[in-house]
């Protein structure tokens, strides 16, 4: 029978696929070309121009790193200042042998290129190499070796001997590469920073390259460390099989051979100390662990040494539980009650009536955003409760006048709000009327308001005041004159001149009221801004609209490469013009708010007024309108 393997099957012929060609309708277009991503070579006019403006470009470039690296100097420098602060106000205790900011040693200085080689590599290598470096023995030692950093020297290996002649004339004779530019680093921010940390691990600068020492030839010649082969097999360490056989058998056929729950068994059990149960939820809590240790160490204490009397343990107690104002409240309740005022329910009218309405008084004296003294508070309620029956700075007074404090600030832009919405229902009315004059403003058009609100907030460059702020302003003189008398303030500030009248002797008609007259004018330059596009638009929820002293009070700018740290005062840049004003001044500004007035609050108004007649078109001299600094 015949092994052979069958003949092979025929192949069928099979077509060569045909090969690609580009359509004749195609052969013509360049899309690139068509949509200008084709590339094209720079005139000498053009390279000249880039290589003009090149320097410029790196000089901006260094300018910006410059203000980058101030500007995270003046972070960290804020950083170590408030770590400072905190160390010095924390009120936790700070273990004494802890080195802290006070006691703690100097950084390390930074090296200067004169040092020595050894004291360059120090961080580097290790102690014992550093000994073996300056006896000569370790085999990177050179005593003869430059003192600068450098790129290794060309070594001769003979790799490069079979390359053409061609590729090392051109590698030659090619232009040099420019060294790649370093990135700013640590080092670069340390020495733009004003203060220094006096802790934590400083950090080495390390440099592109490493230099290796030759070898000196002096010394026997150290072997290098022994570094584990990579196909060695993991597994016990020696001896350690007869050390588990002699435990398993000390331990018994019961025992378990290595571990023993709650710790090694003693020889007589009287002095075995029971492990504890474990606090779990609603089981009552056991002895402080400090006493059961204790307890338990003194059973293993061998009886040649004197044993520790029990009485001269003195259990260590935590800090002491802070308790929150919910649990001072009693009741359960989020927020302070007048209720909560200790003594007879009376005491909360007395604050109401009395303690209250002279706290608002000071706070629209006083400069606007800030907050009343303790001692204010203090005078206030010894004057109406009892010399020392109330301390004011108990909780549940921070927390009343905190509260009534944000409410009295948020009825200045509801008051400004009030104002414009009358203007424009005014306009429309007297419109629909028919009396309305020819040079009139259409406030209740989308095209008037919008005239009306651009014209208000009119920026004098001089003054840096806006044209709402002025009872008379000309586009075409510098001088105006009213400062903070315009219709607009003035019926704003209105709102705190009612609040004035529940005080028990009545409405001062002299108050100066400094701080209620700029925030009546920032909440009517806030107003002005949602009618920008002539329709009324709601500020958001967002912090950066509400009306605080995160976006109306003064703010600190932060330090730049070419500006150093300054105060924006943009609520008391009017203070010291604003205290310059007379008494006389004063009162006839608040006669003229006053005529803004709820008529139902006028008539409980107990203060005298000038009349009307008396302070239309009173001008003052230019030195107490306005002052800048």
């Excluded at 770590?83 to 703690?104: F, G, S, V």
């Excluded at 350690?240 to 002699?246: A, E, S």
Aim: charged share 30%; with cysteine.
């Amino acid at each position: 029978m015949s092994t052979l393997p069958p003949p092979p099957k025929k192949r069928k012929n099979v077509p060569d696929a045909p090969g690609l060609t580009t359509r004749t309708t195609n052969k013509a277009v360049r899309p690139a070309e068509a949509a200008g991503l084709v590339n094209t070579r720079r005139s000498s006019e053009q390279k000249a121009a880039d290589d003009a403006r090149e320097p410029e470009g790196k000089a901006h470039a260094e300018q910006e790193e410059a203000e980058k690296l101030a500007r995270v100097a003046a972070i960290e420098d804020k950083q170590h200042e408030q770590d400072l602060e905190y160390r010095q106000n924390a009120n936790h205790p700070i273990d004494p042998r802890r080195k802290t900011y006070k006691n703690a040693s100097p950084g390390p200085a930074p090296r200067s290129p004169s040092t020595t080689p050894n004291e360059r590599i120090q961080g580097v290598l290790s102690a014992d190499e550093l000994a073996e470096i300056e006896e000569g023995n370790h085999p990177d030692a050179n005593d003869n070796e430059s003192d600068t950093f450098g790129p290794p020297e060309n070594s001769s290996d003979d790799e490069g001997d079979t390359e053409d002649t061609g590729d090392n004339e051109e590698s030659d004779s090619a232009a040099p590469q420019p060294k790649k530019r370093l990135k700013k680093g640590r080092a670069d921010v340390r020495a733009v920073r004003q203060t220094q940390d006096g802790t934590g691990t400083p950090d080495v600068e390390s440099s592109g390259q490493k230099r290796k020492a030759k070898d000196s030839g002096k010394g026997p010649r150290k072997a290098p460390a022994k570094k584990p082969k990579i196909g060695k097999k993991a597994g016990l360490a020696p001896g350690i099989k007869k050390t588990l056989k002699r435990d398993k058998a000390k331990a018994g056929d019961d025992g378990d051979g290595i571990v023993q729950y709650g710790g090694p068994a003693l020889d007589d059990d009287a002095g075995e100390v029971v492990e504890r149960e474990k606090v779990g939820k609603g089981k009552p809590k056991q002895a402080s662990p400090i006493i059961t240790s204790l307890v338990s160490s003194l059973s293993l204490v061998p009886r040649s040494f004197p044993l520790i009397s029990l009485k001269s343990i003195v259990r260590i107690e935590g800090p002491a539980k802070r308790i929150t104002q919910k649990e001072q409240r009693g009741d359960g309740t989020k927020r302070w009650k007048l209720s909560h005022i200790p003594g007879p329910a009376r005491n909360g009218d007395i604050f109401t009536n009395d303690v209250w309405p002279n706290i608002r008084q000071n706070l629209g004296r006083v400069i606007p955003w800030d907050a009343v003294t303790n001692k204010q508070v203090q005078d206030h309620l010894d004057r109406f409760y009892g010399k020392g029956e109330m301390d004011a700075e108990a909780d549940v007074f921070r927390g009343l006048i905190s509260y009534r404090t944000h409410y009295w600030r948020g009825g200045f832009p509801t008051q400004a709000h009030k104002c414009i919405v009358e203007m424009v229902e005014n306009s429309k009315k007297r419109a629909d009327d028919g009396i309305a004059d020819a040079d009139d403003i259409q406030l209740h058009t989308s095209e008037g308001m919008q005239a009306y609100i651009e014209s208000m907030l009119e920026v004098d460059g001089a003054t840096r005041t806006k044209a709402f702020q002025w009872r008379d302003w000309d586009d075409d003189e510098a001088k105006h004159s009213g400062l903070f008398q315009s219709s607009l303030v003035l019926y704003t500030y209105a709102y705190h001149l009612a609040l004035l009248d529940t005080l028990p002797g009545g409405r001062d008609p002299e108050e100066p009221g400094l701080g209620a007259l700029i925030l009546a004018s920032q909440a009517m330059e806030r107003e002005l801004g949602c009618w920008k596009t002539g329709m009324y638009v709601a500020p958001g929820k967002s912090q950066k609209e509400q009306f605080s002293f995160d976006q109306w009070g003064d703010y600190d700018e932060e330090a730049t490469a070419t500006t150093p740290k300054r105060r924006i005062p943009r609520a008391t840049r009017f203070v010291p013009s604003l205290r310059k004003w007379t008494v006389e001044q004063w009162e006839q500004v608040n006669a003229t708010a006053a005529k803004y007035m709820d008529k139902k609050r006028k008539a409980r108004s107990a203060s005298g007024s000038v009349a009307s007649s008396d302070i239309e078109n009173v001008e003052q001299e230019p030195e107490l309108i306005i002052e800048f600094s």
